[in-house]
């Protein structure tokens, strides 16, 4: 499998862990990094970009995640890209695929919420926290992701990495001007990411027995919906709307992932196989620019993503709707939506929990929470360590403890 790949003498390739369009993941070993103890080599997984260079929005996307990754190194909630590995042709200049190096995580959250394990009030803090730790982080350093989704990186001590930032973005100003490009075709759709792989899931939260869990068919990666359709379920409304968006986008992402958290504990729904993602939209129509979907009218209105969001929070009010400019029309003309009681939609959520959920999904980002105040809610109160919460000093780069 691997006679095409030059990784070089330093990483020793061991298995495949998936493939897309554009790339595949690898993992191997690091002959070069002991671990603690200075016996063993330790596991990272290298990304291999085939072609990189072929197509300029690829290329641009692929170097900008790689200068994102280095500026945000070091933090412990966020994946750490270990290395670049060099081109060992003769002419370094005709070199087309890419390796990137990444350390090693176990699996993801998706496979979590697809697993029959259950999670308590306590792990849900730990998860979330751990989110809103790298969130801050993030945010602090001028980044905003825009592609948060459950395939954040999990270990089986509980410990959580934020990962694929193909599509993050360093901001200038304070919101970024949108175009039907950045809410659609931008979405990395067939790119296989660090997470694209089949682990076991983790069996910390559960005594479970580890047999049981590796009998469970994980999810293939040629899922059945693409990348581009699951993460339009996480999508902020002012991203749809193609309004001007800020760091807030990434709180209302976290809120949909929170939410499914929530769905984890034992009696928020029937069975593990009856949970489902907050939002579960078919169709952005008409504002994104989506290709290959049906319009958003009569019975095909339930598919419109706006629609499935308005039915669980309600409708904006009309000072909400001041601040979409000509979307307000757009969406006056959807049916009206009472909304949901959310704590009928997760029953054995703790109330606190409820609370922090309806501040991260206000329609409005401005009367959303920011990832302080988040981090300061009393949701969060027994698993809070202030000298996790480090933020970035622009001119330096230096971790700063609040």
């Avoid at 730990?126 to 270990?155: C, E, W």
């Avoid at 005594?207 to 869990?213: F, K, S, V």
């Avoid at 040629?222 to 309004?243: C, D, F, G, M, N």
């Avoid at 698993?383 to 700063?400: N, P």
């Amino acid at each position: 499998d691997f006679e095409q790949w030059d990784v070089g003498d330093r990483y020793q390739l061991k298995k495949m862990l998936g493939r897309g369009s554009y790339g595949e993941v690898a993992q191997a070993t690091d002959l070069l990094a002991p671990t603690p103890q200075h016996r063993n080599a330790t596991f990272v997984a290298v990304k291999k970009i085939s072609k990189a260079f072929d197509q300029e929005v690829d290329a641009v996307r692929l170097f900008r995640e790689m200068h994102i990754l280095r500026r945000l190194s070091g933090h412990e909630c966020i994946i750490q890209l270990v290395d670049v590995v060099q081109p060992s042709s003769a002419d370094e200049k005709l070199f087309s695929d890419l390796y990137l190096v990444f350390e090693f995580v176990d699996t993801d959250l998706y496979k979590l919420i697809m697993s029959p394990q259950y999670l308590t009030t306590e792990h849900i803090q730990t998860f979330l926290y751990q989110m809103l730790v790298g969130l801050k982080y993030i945010h602090s350093s001028s980044v905003i992701h825009r592609d948060l989704k459950p395939a954040i990186l999990l270990n089986e001590d509980c410990t959580l990495k934020i990962c694929d930032f193909g599509l993050a973005r360093i901001v200038h100003h304070e919101k970024i001007q949108p175009t039907p490009s950045t809410t659609s075709s931008d979405d990395g759709a067939g790119v296989a990411t660090v997470n694209d792989r089949s682990t076991v899931p983790m069996t910390t939260p559960t005594e479970m027995d580890r047999d049981q869990l590796k009998s469970i068919p994980r999810p293939n990666l040629s899922r059945q919906l693409t990348k581009h359709v699951v993460t339009r379920w996480y999508r902020a409304p002012e991203l749809i709307l193609i309004q001007p968006y800020a760091s807030a986008v990434d709180i209302w992402s976290l809120g949909c992932i929170f939410a499914e958290l929530l769905s984890m504990q034992e009696g928020s729904v029937p069975s593990y196989q009856d949970r489902v993602p907050l939002f579960p939209g078919g169709s952005c129509f008409p504002l994104s620019g989506d290709k290959g979907t049906k319009g958003a009218t009569g019975s095909d209105e339930r598919l419109d993503q706006l629609s499935v969001i308005f039915s669980v929070i309600g409708m904006p009010s009309e000072e909400d709707l001041q601040s979409v400019g000509k979307a307000n029309d757009y969406i006056k003309s959807l049916d009206k939506k009472p909304g949901r009681n959310i704590e009928s939609l997760y029953p054995a959520a703790d109330p606190e929990a409820i609370n922090l959920l309806k501040t991260m999904l206000m329609f409005n980002p401005a009367k959303r929470c920011t990832a302080d105040e988040a981090l300061e809610h009393e949701f969060l109160k027994p698993v809070r360590c202030k000298a996790r919460e480090v933020r970035m000093v622009q001119s330096t780069s230096y971790l700063v403890r609040e």
